[in-house]
């Protein structure tokens, strides 16, 4: 017995596939953004995006008015603040220290920061290809406004 067209056919080569399919994969972009309870209920995925932004701005707004921030620093109206998401929902706060007068306070920032921001609201990783991911972003923060 023989069968036609069985020594024909050319197994791929596994590591070609590999290769090809992280090629494909845009490493830039998640499948679905951080999320807070508040937002998972939105289906369009933009949607669920502006709300977390929104929710994580006016949050941390909130929890940084209750000190004396601006009567400590008059002079600092934005802070900058870099947010990491881990795959395990961990969360870290750092502020980015764009001009020197910040620079110079960055020790009593920093400290605020840890501080305050201690109880902050369960966070949602993002995904990718049904993967929790790192995610990483920068969110201006108003302090005073006039």
């Not at 934005?78 to 998401?85: G, K, M, Q, S």
């Not at 929902?89 to 605020?112: G, M, Q």
């Not at 305050?116 to 969110?139: C, M, N, Y």
């Amino acid at each position: 017995m023989s069968a036609c067209g069985w020594s024909d056919k050319k197994v791929p080569d596994g590591k070609a596939l590999l290769k090809e399919e992280l090629e494909k994969i845009d490493w830039t972009q998640v499948d679905a953004y951080p999320s807070v309870e508040l937002c998972d209920s939105l289906l369009n995925e933009s949607q669920r995006k502006q709300c977390f932004f929104d929710y994580m701005t006016i949050h941390l707004q909130e929890k940084l008015m209750l000190d004396s921030l601006t009567s400590k620093h008059p002079k600092i109206d934005t802070i900058e603040i870099r947010i990491t998401v881990f795959p395990d929902a961990h969360v870290v706060f750092e502020p980015v220290y764009v001009s020197d007068s910040l620079k110079f306070r960055s020790r009593e920032i920093d400290s605020l920061l840890q501080v305050r921001l201690v109880d902050f609201p369960e966070i949602s990783p993002a995904i990718k290809r049904g993967i929790p991911v790192k995610t990483q972003f920068v969110l201006p923060l108003i302090i005073k406004e006039e």
